[in-house]
């Protein structure tokens, strides 16, 4: 025989990253996107408004000279004011400016502009772009921006001067520098920090979690009792803790049921088996005649008739209760049910002078239900109503459509249930008066098989009664196909 792969092995001997593993990577990862997006927009501006300062000096310079050269080309004194003098008395964005006239020769220079940077580098690097400035880096390692521009000076004739300007950079390419280095810093101090908040969140979030599993795991049959305290937790988690407590109270509650049905099972098969024994030890103690032996053969079947009757209600119940169990249904005539089950009565409850009516409807009402365990349902109601009602005491049964259901009502005007016991009476083995029963041979299984084949139908059975007054049990069906 082959064994078939188990198709999820590798997933399952894959190890688990923990909740706060997952949730840590995702914080940090958020986190240092968001720091490296704002930091590297934030380059990018200051870069770009340094650009175009930079910029707008340099248009602003050559709009000065060229107005100066345009209106009043033989001030000298204004020419050398811009390109000599005011540099010099510039710490910041200083400048170096030459003018030259229409043969290339220079009229002016700034004092100590060939000592910044190459001249001639300046000339190739500007020649194809008039008006436009480019970078270059001077003698020292400094930056500059530099440009090269037409201007007429004079009027007629004109003349077509040159000027050529160099701005030092240095100093905002330095404030850029000094930003990347804090950059980096920023990045490195987030990618630590980071998972250790993350992690810190991370396992606080998850606490909650980490104590429902733990109470979880402490819970066994025997201590059922343990509870979540779910003060303090976020709304999500009290509600989970919530469900899981509910979910507990039911365990609870269905663990005591069983336990005490395992009790009431022990209880009852002891006293038909030790009725039988005790009889039978007595009846052998010494030799009895014929007739002595009969009457304790007569009273030990009438114990097993009990037992088995009483195994045979079990395993209805246990079958019952099983998820394979299906129902064999088949159209039955509702009101004929009815008049089987009276017929079947007539002779007991007339013993007991009580009158049992079947009121079996006007119209023919049928649904797809499984007779024998409607018979069966029916039976135990009508039994019950017999056993509970003193003479000339009325059982009535009664069938209607109302809406899409059936309703079976079994009535009578016995001795009711108290309100306390009526709650409990579709419980297993519940019996409102245990010692009374008895004597008449009730087990307490009755009205729990009822509801069992109600349920297996969809429906369910509901009981009310006036103690002292009578008792109404009905069994209220959805209804398949009725006609
Ligand atoms: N029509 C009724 N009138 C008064 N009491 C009732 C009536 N039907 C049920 N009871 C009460 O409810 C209890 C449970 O009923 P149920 O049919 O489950 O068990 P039982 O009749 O005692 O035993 P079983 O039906 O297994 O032989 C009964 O013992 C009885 O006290
Ligand atoms: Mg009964």
């Not at 194809?128 to 007629?156: C, K, L």
Request: proline share 4%; aromatic share 6%; glycine share 6%.
């Amino acid at each position: 025989m082959f064994l078939k792969p188990r198709l999820n092995a590798p997933a399952a001997s894959r190890p688990r990253r923990t909740l706060a593993f997952r949730l840590t990577v995702a914080y940090s990862l958020v986190g240092l996107s968001l720091v490296l997006l704002a930091t590297a927009s934030l380059y990018i501006v200051l870069r770009t408004e340094l650009d175009r300062s930079t910029e707008l000096f340099l248009a602003d310079k050559l709009h000065v000279l060229r107005t100066i050269l345009r209106e009043r080309p033989n001030d000298r004194d204004a020419l050398r004011e811009e390109i000599e003098l005011e540099t010099a008395a510039r710490r910041y964005q200083q400048f170096y400016i030459r003018l030259l006239d229409d043969r290339g020769v220079p009229i002016l220079t700034t004092p100590g502009m060939a000592e910044q940077l190459d001249v001639a580098e300046l000339i190739r690097q500007t020649r194809n772009r008039p008006e436009h400035s480019v970078s270059m880096t001077g003698f020292h390692g400094r930056g500059f921006r530099v440009a090269s521009a037409m201007a007429w000076s004079g009027s007629s004739p004109a003349r077509r001067d040159t000027i050529q300007i160099a701005i030092d950079i240095s100093q905002e390419e330095e404030l850029l520098l000094r930003y990347r280095w804090w950059f980096w810093a920023i990045l490195l101090a987030s990618s630590v920090l980071f998972p250790l908040l993350g992690y810190r969140i991370a396992r606080h979030g998850i606490r909650p979690v980490e104590e429902i599993a733990a109470t979880a795991r402490s819970i066994t049959s025997t201590n059922l009792r343990e509870r979540i305290r779910a003060e303090g937790y976020p709304s999500e988690l009290a509600s989970l803790a919530g469900t899981f407590n509910e979910m507990l109270d039911r365990l609870e509650e269905s663990f005591e049921r069983i336990s005490r049905f395992s009790a009431d099972i022990a209880h009852d098969l002891r006293t038909p088996v030790n009725n039988i024994r005790g009889e039978s030890e007595v009846a052998l103690a010494r030799a009895r005649d014929v007739k002595e032996y009969r009457e304790v053969i007569e009273s030990t079947l009438e114990e097993a008739v009990r037992l088995s009757e009483l195994i045979g209600d079990l395993l209805f119940l246990a079958r019952a209760e099983s998820p394979l169990t299906e129902l064999r249904r088949e159209r039955v005539n509702v009101g004929k049910l009815l008049g089987a089950v009276r017929d079947y009565y007539e002779a007991s409850a007339s013993d007991g002078g009580l009158s049992l009516l079947a009121d079996e409807g006007a119209e023919p009402l049928t649904a797809e239900l499984d007779r024998a365990l409607m018979l069966r349902a029916v039976s135990n109601l009508v039994s019950n109503a017999i056993a509970h009602s003193p003479t000339g005491a009325t059982v009535t049964l009664a069938a209607r459509a109302e809406g899409a259901a059936i309703r079976i009502e079994v009535s009578d005007t016995g001795v009711g249930i108290p309100a306390e016991a009526l709650p409990r009476v579709f419980d297993r083995f519940f019996r409102v008066d245990p010692s009374r029963s008895k004597a008449s041979g009730g087990t307490g299984l009755g009205l729990a098989i009822v509801q069992s084949i109600m349920t297996l139908h969809g429906g369910r059975a509901e009981i009310s009664s006036q103690f002292g007054h009578g008792t109404c049990v009905t069994l209220c069906i959805p209804v398949l196909a009725a006609s």
